[in-house]
């Protein structure tokens, strides 16, 4: 069994800083690729930034130069500064990893932490 907890979202006005953290615990022997996603209402879930075991890292467009993904291997943790923020970053974060369990590699989710930015 493998899990993904999340922690830091919340209500922040905008221009203002949050820090999402995601830790995988359980059977999980590697992780690849982590990430964070997001969903706002009557939206598909996107990418938000993501980075993988060696440390490069992909982001959206629209949060680039404002949002830095970091991960600590050590801990299975994935960070998720927010600087900056704007009203349409307001959305469900989802943490998501690429992990090895048992022999099968997997993607895993975290259950979502409410990110709300007001104007």
């Known amino acids: 069994q493998v899990q993904l907890v999340e922690s830091g979202g919340g209500l922040v006005q905008a221009g203002g800083s949050l820090r999402l953290s995601c830790a995988a615990s359980?059977?999980?022997?590697?992780?690849?690729?982590m990430g964070w996603y997001r969903q706002a209402p009557g939206k598909e879930r996107e990418l938000v930034a993501a980075?993988?075991?060696?440390?490069?890292?992909n982001y959206a467009d629209s949060v680039k130069g404002r949002f830095t993904i970091s991960r600590d291997n050590a801990k299975n943790t994935v960070y998720l500064q927010m600087n900056s923020l704007k009203p349409e970053d307001t959305a469900v974060y989802y943490c998501?990893?690429?992990?090895?369990?048992?022999?099968?590699?997997?993607?895993?989710w975290g259950q979502g932490t409410q990110v709300t930015v007001s104007s």
């Open positions: 980075i993988t075991s060696g440390g490069s890292t």
């Open positions: 359980g059977s999980i022997f590697s992780i690849n690729r």
């Open positions: 998501h990893c690429n992990g090895l369990s048992g022999y099968v590699w997997n993607n895993y």
